[in-house]
């Protein structure tokens, strides 16, 4: 027959590595959603490096349309100094909606419309709002997982103690969004 303290060490052992299993799975689903959040940030950085060069094209050819300018502009300021991802979620939509609303009004100008250096930045834009959108759904789908295995047993046992809280999910305000449509 085994000793008690045999059994006691058995026991402590089986403990620790359960302990360590769960803190490990944790560690991995945070770095996931640490990960995500680095590759939407790369793709804001784009979107907010392309938006100075929509406003100069539009500016040179429709000087008429400066609330619209000074609104994207600001709604880019805003989103560049958001904090958190509901913020920045809020932020990048406003953006995202005075982004369109310059496009269409550009759009009424003809030879603005067909500047090859202005459809190549709306391809661009287009392209960078495809890679937000399907960041933004790997991102979700990594704090989903991290969350949940925040909230349940056997995590939740692990998750206080060591200090992993629960993240934010990066949300789109309204609806759904929709990449920038471009007319040629």
Do not use: C
């Amino acid at each position: 027959m085994p000793s008690p303290l045999l059994i006691a060490l058995v026991v402590t052992a089986a403990l620790l590595l359960g302990i360590g299993v769960q803190y490990n799975g944790l560690v991995r689903r945070r770095n996931r959603v640490d990960s995500t959040w680095s590759d939407i940030d790369v793709l804001l950085r784009r979107r907010h490096d392309l938006v100075p060069n929509l406003v100069s094209s539009v500016q040179g050819y429709a000087t008429h349309e400066s609330a619209t300018v000074r609104s994207v502009t600001e709604a880019r300021a805003a989103a560049m100094s958001a904090p958190g991802p509901s913020g920045i979620g809020r932020a990048e939509t406003n953006l995202s909606d005075g982004v369109r609303t310059l496009i269409a009004e550009a759009e009424t100008y003809p030879q603005l419309k067909a500047s090859a250096a202005f459809i190549d930045l709306q391809d661009k834009l287009t392209a960078t709002e495809d890679g937000i959108e399907h960041a933004r759904q790997f991102y979700n789908d990594s704090v989903y997982g991290y969350n949940t295995a925040v909230q349940t047993l056997p995590g939740s046992l692990i998750a206080g103690p060591f200090g992993f809280r629960l993240r934010e999910f990066f949300q789109a305000a309204g609806a759904e969004r929709s990449a920038v449509q471009v007319k040629t």
